[in-house]
């Protein structure tokens, strides 16, 4: 577990420290772009990334409790960024919370029946709750939206503690480093290549070409990465990343859609460059269960 650990930090090292150098060359030669603008945001962006990895490492290396308490409290997050996002309130917030800590449990004492099946709970209690409180034209959307967030964000994402307890540090790993680097490539591919628009309803500034070099960039890093995940072939662990770069932009899109419904720009403020946690975890939510599934077999 060590040496991962250690072939981990120096590898995520590598990646920032390449990541940020191609994209002070990419300011330094596109004339279309503010530079003091640019410099200041990709500044930000790497800050908040430098912040943002030893905060998931470590749980990630010292496993449970730790890492089902960060779990919770991303999950928190994501939450509190989707009530502001939807303007739920009363009733709704609390079943919220209190579902997001029954999920918690659930994954905690791998009670793993009882969480295949809280979906079917959760919406028999939201669809219940009109039931109980004074009716209001708002209640269908207010259910509709609290179901949503806690199957979105309290449900998909606990499969990562499944992930670790089956695959480990290295699992977490691998996941993580692909998903950015397959959200970096698609980014800086897609500013330097992008001709073609990917969806341009839900994410205007997302490209064809920005998509498909995030894709092979991830495929190619993958094999790299083979080290973290044991028992899994090279042919396996390129399906994986094809997963992750085809669900990553899924999963982006989903959380834009969100927002461009809102007229928002960023489901928040807490990550400098970024937005919200929801803006930096969009990808990871869409894949993180399928993973979980297909690492299973």
Known sequence: MSNILFHTIILISALLFCMYLCSMIWIYFDKRINRHDAINNITKRFVSFIILVPILLIPSYLGRPYFNILIFLLSSIFLYEYIKMMSLKGIYIYSLYINLVIVTIATFFEFNSFFIYLPILFVLEY????????????????????????????????FFNYIQLHNGFGGIAFIG???TVNDFGAYFLGKIFGKHKLCSKLSPNKTIEGAIGGLITTM??????????????????????????????????????????QD??????????????????????????????????
């Open 177 to 179: 480093i692909l998903i």
């Open 127 to 158: 669809a219940a709750m009109p039931v109980f409180i004074a009716f209001d034209k708002s209640s269908i959307k207010q259910v509709n939206n609290a179901i949503f967030a806690t199957l979105y964000f309290s449900w998909l994402f606990a």
């Open 264 to 297: 928002l720009k960023d489901s928040g403020f807490l990550l400098p460059g970024h937005g919200g946690f929801l803006d930096r975890f969009d990808s990871w939510l869409f894949t993180v269960p399928v993973l979980c599934l297909f690492l299973a077999f």
């Open 220 to 261: 190619i890093l993958s094999q790299s990465l083979m080290f973290m995940l044991s028992n899994c072939s090279r042919v396996k662990v390129m399906f994986l990343s094809l997963l992750i770069g085809i669900l990553g932009i899924i999963g982006d899109l989903a959380i834009s859609n969100i927002k461009r419904n």
